[in-house]
């Protein structure tokens, strides 16, 4: 097709509209309404043209583009029209551009710089709205809306959230919440704003604000770094503002991860940093009795502590940079008298070694498989991809996942298994394709790795799960009928054995016949696959109490469960030394403390869980005294008279070894009345120092359906009594709507030690079956105060 | 003069039942399309019937079948525009509540000629009479096997729905149905793509006023060349003319398209009330500019109207007579369209709220000397910018006020005239 646009004769191929045409052409249409991210609208009539033989004027953004069409963009009769949209905007958009949080980066303000009469001709005349919403995070200004409605497609479209939506019509129309509740009042469960920010990001005006950064810098002011996020593994990239020596804006910007999107975690929950309450000197002395020490005092200790140890072993994070990761690998074979690495964090992820699967994949593929618990409230833009990836192609999706987390209710098949059912399904799905379909298949199916998980016929374990019969049989014939199928699945605590990526592996092998099967899997950390290549995985070999544990970043006492193997490793080591940049759970529990930077503060590269490595850059200074973790290991190392060298660490077991764990038979049974379903919590400790985000946490208590809750004559509130096997705990119901009937969630809150211990530590039943009772009289007294 | 076609037997006692309105031959057009006739030969019969589309926009309706029925994909949906929401209108509701087996039988006649099997009968929300006769229509046309699968024993399944939508003048433009009727706010849709070819649920859909599809089962039974005997060259057979305001005999009257403005005001409408002057007639409700008695010999039919400088719309007619104030008449009817309007595009939203404000001010006297060029000025750009019909639709009745009236408007401006003083006192 040939168009002209304003005289420029360019060609192009169709179908396109005129909007586009003209920015290829490099002809500049203004726009309000229009954004590359959400549906086009056609609602701010800024982008009018004129086409030559047609006697009305067209709004470039809804005309599609055909041959040999003349167009033209800029006539006396056009920037009459855009005047008057302005003036009729302006007269209703308060003129607080002085105080305006927006200023600098106001597309209203632009488009009048460029576009606007002289003179306004029509009052000023601002809606009635106030500023009111009481929700953390989103300041909603309606008083300042121009309607352009593009935060309440980005809420649909993108997010699939649906919070923001027009109400009313005509000039009482404007944006709000339903029954003009607060972001996230109970009306909108289950899909409550998860304050991903996305609205502040496309909003062109003012009418949408970041609580938190108001009034901290204007964004202009000091310097912009460009940086990864260091929460989830989906591997966002960040542009971190930082005025005077503090963090005052994160906003997400274009990745190939994450396009241009981030999570409430990455734009609010990095305001971390800030908080005063990080370590800037090392500290000395154990649990209570930790004081500052100096650097000197503190090196002797620990050198003096590695001398005498038989053995040692490090620990990182996975949320360490993989520069980091080395450092500690080079430091434990250099120094560490048989000294291992291990990373938390990482369980199966060595299945997935050196490969890598591109997110723009999703896009290929005809049909997405989604498994885990919770996927998007964990990895917001992990289902933010598959979403766009959907709605893009019209690929088929189907959602393994027992909570109603979004995805579900867009799903084409939404099946729910229990807990920690996923693996027993996934397997189910393994046999029925080879039994069934194997025509379909494109590689050899590996007898000896289905043999090692337990299962049998489909009916049996449907059964088990709960599932309608017929849904495994429902489930491998959508796949069986899809040409290109792309898994994604996540790190979360319902595959305690880490046997799922070998499950999705596999799958993706029998059904691709590449020779490295590889799905799309989400580490736990926002470094996960780069410390799953670099170190083993824990938990260590039970044999023998080890005299040393070093821990980098790591904070198994506070992420992990009383009782499990690490946190015994812990207790049980003579000497702890801790690298943090908080007094963590384990920090607390250290003999020696060394501050380490945040993300902020330091260089370094993540592996993202598309197997990608993106660069961190500095964009502040840390406190006087912080050293990278390098550096300190340096001084560790001399003050030992040795030094870091590179390839010199025996490794706990080498990635690839480890042979797929069957998930040990916990099959659920029909028997009692409630499921336990364990809690992916949302939120480590850098999330809590954000003083905001505390009303998104679900505090101490445990979630179940509201139809079951009605069944047993309980309302949110009510304390109750969940039994398992030979465990119980007390705490306060609350109606969920994400919680399938017929299950019980224990959120899992970090804070709530005596839920952890509960779910760490019950013998579990099999299938992990509770009972549910409501406190009465006395007794429920007794609970409360337990409660508090 | 007897209904001709749309509102024929009307008068019969119980049409509105089944059994009355098949003694009355009703459901034979339906018998003779599936036994007699190809759903292609039914199109041709419709285009041949030169029958339009009686929403307003006067759209040839065999054409509009044919956009369907040719469109590859399915399910294809018929559905019934009775939102009736211009002001002044009130043709439907004779329908919908007295002869609802007629619609029903259009419908269904169009189904088999498009290939739909489903269809829904789309009221505006103050309807709850007509929608509970309606349901109730449905029920016994389904019971006698004239609506469900097999009907009449032929290869033929057509049901249809009853909704009510919540009540906006906008749900009457056809995209803004299809949005309320799929549960979203009423809003207009981007056209192209047109719902023949993506209406409910992106499917392509016949979407029509009630009262075109009253004319089908006539077109069929009689056949198109009897059924365009009647009515002009453009539009042939007949129309429910609505006429309110000042005449002596307001009310609906069937009447062939070709008749003058002064013979239905004159001859059917019984004259100007009490014998006062014409002032102006709005043709086509709410939205359309008016004509002045000038204008009395148009012929009311689509192409003629336009020639006048108006348009025909849904033929609600309304007439003002002497000595009506034009200024008071020009802000209730911008009023209306503040409140209607959607509030989707900036020139509808705003612009309709920047009418009123300066109509309010002449109208008190308090508004700025140029005020009635800044309606002019801004009507040109609504006009033109406006996403949907409303919106360009919407100032035109306010501009041919001033256009006609002007001295009224500079009266009041000035503070000289009296008709609209006397309240404030």
Not at chain 1, 271 to 298: C, F, H, K, M, W
């Amino acid at each position: 097709m040939e168009v002209t646009i304003d005289g420029k004769k360019i060609s192009l191929e169709g179908p396109v509209t005129v909007l586009e045409a003209a920015r290829r052409a490099g002809v500049d249409i203004p726009t309000l309404c229009w954004h590359p991210r959400v549906s086009v609208l056609g609602a701010c009539r800024l982008c009018m043209i004129e086409v030559e033989g047609i006697n009305r004027l067209l709004a470039a953004c809804t005309t599609q583009v055909s041959d040999g069409m003349t167009v033209l963009t800029d006539t006396p009769q056009l920037r009459k029209v855009r005047q008057t949209m302005l003036e009729l905007l302006l007269c209703r958009h308060p003129l607080d551009c002085p105080t305006c949080v927006k200023g600098g980066e106001c597309e209203l303000q632009e488009l009048t710089y460029r576009h606007s009469a002289p003179e306004n001709r029509f009052p000023e005349n601002p809606g009635p709205y106030a500023v009111t919403d009481p929700s953390p995070f989103v300041e909603r200004d309606s008083e300042k809306c121009v309607l352009c409605r593009r935060c309440v497609r980005v809420c649909r479209e993108v997010r699939g959230v649906t919070v923001l939506g027009a109400m009313e019509r005509g000039y009482h129309k404007r944006v709000g919440t339903y029954f003009q509740q607060p972001l996230n009042s109970e009306f909108q469960e289950p899909y409550n704003c998860e304050f991903c920010g996305a609205c502040i990001d496309i909003c062109p005006v003012g009418a949408l604000n970041s609580k938190v950064r108001k009034f901290r810098g204007r964004t202009w002011e000091g310097t912009t770094t460009d940086s990864v996020c260091p929460f989830c593994s989906v591997g966002c990239l960040l542009s971190l503002q930082v005025k005077e020596g503090e963090l005052v804006r994160t906003v997400p910007r274009e990745g190939p991860n994450n396009e241009d999107q981030a999570c409430f975690r990455g734009r609010f929950g990095t305001d971390y940093v800030n908080a005063t309450s990080r370590i800037i000197t090392p500290l000395l002395g154990r649990n209570g009795s930790q004081a500052p020490a100096d650097a000197d005092e503190a090196v002797r200790f620990a050198a003096e502590k590695i001398a005498g140890a038989r053995r040692a072993e490090m620990i990182v994070s996975s949320g360490l940079t993989g520069e980091e990761i080395e450092a500690a690998g080079e430091f434990a074979g250099a120094v560490l008298p048989g000294g291992t690495l291990r990373a938390v964090d990482t369980l199966g992820l060595e299945e997935l070694a050196g490969a890598s699967r591109p997110w723009e994949d999703l896009e290929k593929a005809d049909l997405i498989v989604v498994a885990g618990q919770d996927f998007t409230i964990f990895e917001p833009v992990a289902g933010v991809r598959i979403r766009v990836a959907c709605g893009k192609t019209g690929a088929g999706l189907i959602v393994l996942d027992p909570r109603d987390a979004l995805l579900g209710g867009e799903a084409g098949l939404w099946l729910r298994p229990p807990g920690e059912g996923l693996s027993l399904l996934l397997a189910g799905l393994l046999r029925t394709l080879a039994a069934s379909h194997g025509d379909r298949l494109k590689a050899a199916g590996d007898d000896s790795f289905l043999a090692s998980f337990p299962g049998g016929e489909n009916g049996e374990v449907e059964k088990q799960l709960g599932l309608p019969e017929g849904s495994v049989e429902d489930l491998a014939r959508r796949v069986a009928a899809s040409v290109r199928v792309v898994f994604v699945g996540h790190r979360g605590w319902y595959d305690p054995e880490g046997s799922v990526p070998s499950l999705l592996k596999e799958l993706d092998r029998l059904l691709s016949g590449e020779g490295t099967g590889m799905p799309l899997y989400l580490g736990r950390d926002c470094n996960s696959r780069g410390a799953a290549a670099a170190a083993a995985a824990g938990p260590p070999p039970p044999e023998g109490a080890p005299g040393l544990v070093l821990l980098a970043g790591a904070d198994p006492l506070g992420t992990a469960l009383p009782g499990s193997p690490l946190a015994k490793r812990i207790s049980e080591a003579e000497t702890v030394i801790v690298f943090d940049t908080f007094l963590t759970e384990t920090a607390r529990a250290a003999d020696v403390l060394f501050p380490l930077p945040t993300f902020a503060e330091k260089e370094g590269s993540f592996t993202s869980s598309s197997g990608l490595s993106q660069q961190l850059r500095q964009a502040m200074s840390p406190p006087p005294g912080v050293v990278s973790l390098r550096k300190t290991l340096e001084g560790l190392a001399s003050s030992l008279g040795k030094s870091l060298s590179p390839g010199s660490l025996p490794k706990g077991s080498p990635p690839g070894a480890a042979s797929p764990v069957a998930p040990g038979g916990k099959l659920p049974s029909a028997g009692e009345r409630f499921l336990v379903l364990r809690g992916i919590p949302i939120a480590d400790h850098r999330i809590r120092l954000v003083e905001e985000s505390a009303p998104l946490f679900p505090g101490p208590v445990v979630e179940a359906h509201p139809a079951d809750l009605a069944a047993l004559g309980l309302k949110s509130g009510d304390s109750v009594r969940v039994v398992s096997g030979g465990s119980e705990l007390v705490r306060q119901v609350k109606a969920d709507l994400k919680t399938p009937p017929g299950q019980v969630h224990l959120p899992c809150d970090p804070a709530d030690a005596e839920m952890a211990a509960f779910v760490g530590e019950s013998e579990r039943p099999e299938g992990w079956p509770a009972t549910l009772r409501k406190l009465a009289g006395l007794e429920r007294a007794a609970g409360e105060s337990k409660d508090q | 003069m007897a209904a001709p076609i749309i509102y024929r037997d009307i008068e019969t006692p119980n049409i509105r039942s089944l059994a009355v309105y098949r003694e009355k031959g009703g459901y034979k057009a339906l018998e003779k399309a599936l036994n007699d006739m190809s759903p292609a030969a039914v199109v041709e019969e419709v285009k041949k019937a030169k029958l339009v589309g009686r929403g307003g926009a006067g759209f040839p309706t065999g054409l509009k079948w044919e956009l369907v029925s040719k469109d590859p994909a399915t399910p294809r949906y018929i559905i019934a525009n009775a939102e009736e929401g211009e002001p002044g209108t009130f043709k439907d509701r004779p329908i919908l509540e007295q002869i609802p087996h007629r619609l029903i039988e259009g419908m269904a006649i169009a189904a088999y000629a498009v290939g739909a099997e489903e269809g829904v009968i789309v009221c505006r929300g103050e309807f709850m009479e007509p929608a509970r006769i309606l349901r109730e229509a449905v029920a016994e046309a389904e019971e006698a096997g004239l609506l469900g699968e097999r009907i009449m024993g032929k290869d033929f399944t057509f049901r249809v729905w009853v909704y009510r939508t919540a009540g906006a003048y906008i749900c009457g433009e056809e995209t803004s149905l299809l949005e309320a009727l799929e549960g979203k706010p009423g809003m207009p849709r981007i056209r192209p793509p047109f719902p023949v070819n993506s209406g409910l649920w992106s499917k392509p859909t016949a979407l029509n006023n009630v009262e075109t599809f009253s004319n089908v089962p006539n077109i069929i039974l009689e056949g198109a060349d009897s059924y365009s005997s009647l009515g002009t060259e453009k539009n042939a057979g007949t129309k429910g003319y609505c006429i309110a305001g000042h005449v002596n005999k307001p009310g609906v009257y069937e009447l062939p398209f070709g008749i003058t403005l002064r013979d239905l005001i004159d001859n059917h409408a019984g004259g100007i009330l009490d014998g006062r002057q014409l002032k102006c007639v709005f043709p086509g409700g709410a939205s359309s500019s008016c004509l002045t008695p000038d204008n009395l010999d148009v012929v009311l039919d689509f192409p003629s109207v336009a020639a006048a400088g108006s348009m025909l719309g849904s033929a609600a007619l309304m007439v003002v007579a002497e000595p009506t104030c034009m200024v008071e008449v020009s802000l209730r009817l911008a009023r209306f369209f503040r409140h209607e309007s959607c509030g989707k595009c900036i020139p509808c939203r705003e612009g309709t709220c920047q009418t009123v404000r300066l109509l309010d001010g002449i109208q008190r006297g308090t508004g700025r000397k140029g005020d009635i060029d800044e309606i002019l000025d801004l009507a040109s750009v609504v006009r033109q910018s406006a996403f949907c019909g409303l919106g360009q639709a919407c100032i035109n009745p306010v501009v041919s006020c001033i256009k006609h009236f002007r001295q009224e408007f500079e009266e009041h401006l000035e503070g000289r005239a009296a008709c609209c003083r006397k309240e404030e006192g």
